[in-house]
């Protein structure tokens, strides 16, 4: 596995691709009372929206954030893992170690002012038996994902490695733990039992 990925390949992570309208109407025909979907707006899309499910009943849009890979780690690595972008920019040598004194901003996973309600990682996957292309994909709720990856980075990072994309003066860092790992971890906020009563 490469220590670097270029800019290019990370720039899917929110673009477009072939299949992504049927992820959106999959997103439509599930989410309760949903009544359509818009491409959010360029500031909106700074602050964690690709795109918005309205709702009827006067019921709050729920914000998409579209995170794309160019290939399946599955095929191509044998592993099973999504990206959580550690830091959103590195200003410091591009080698490891990467320390947090070049740390300027956070990655979008452990981003606690971004505007997202669902988070939508996607992989190309094999074509059928006919020869149509497919597409994994993997719908989480963006806050818990965010408490999740805030709390568990750092060691995600030292098991699994923080890999940089490089930009125009910085780089963006990210490590790819196993989604099974990640899952597990974000159970750690969504079911359990309260032995008492904060104060």
Known sequence: MPDF????????????????????????????????????????????????????????????????????????????????ETTSVYLGPRVKPFTDNYRDKPGWTIDEKKRTDLIVYTWPHSADLFGAPRMRYWILFFPFLCAAATKHWRDWSRLYGERPALNDGYVTLSTYPPRDVIARSIREFTSGTITEAPF
């Open 5 to 84: 990925h270029d800019f290019a390949e990370r720039l899917q992570f929110s673009e477009g691709v072939d299949l992504m309208q049927g992820i959106l109407d999959h997103c439509l025909r599930h989410i309760p009372a949903a009544s359509g979907v818009r491409k959010a707006k360029t500031n909106e899309d700074r602050h964690g929206t690709d795109y918005w499910i309205d709702r009827r009943h006067s019921l709050p849009p729920i914000s998409i954030d579209l995170k794309n890979r160019g290939f399946c780690p599955i095929e191509k690595f044998g592993t099973d893992d999504a990206c959580i």
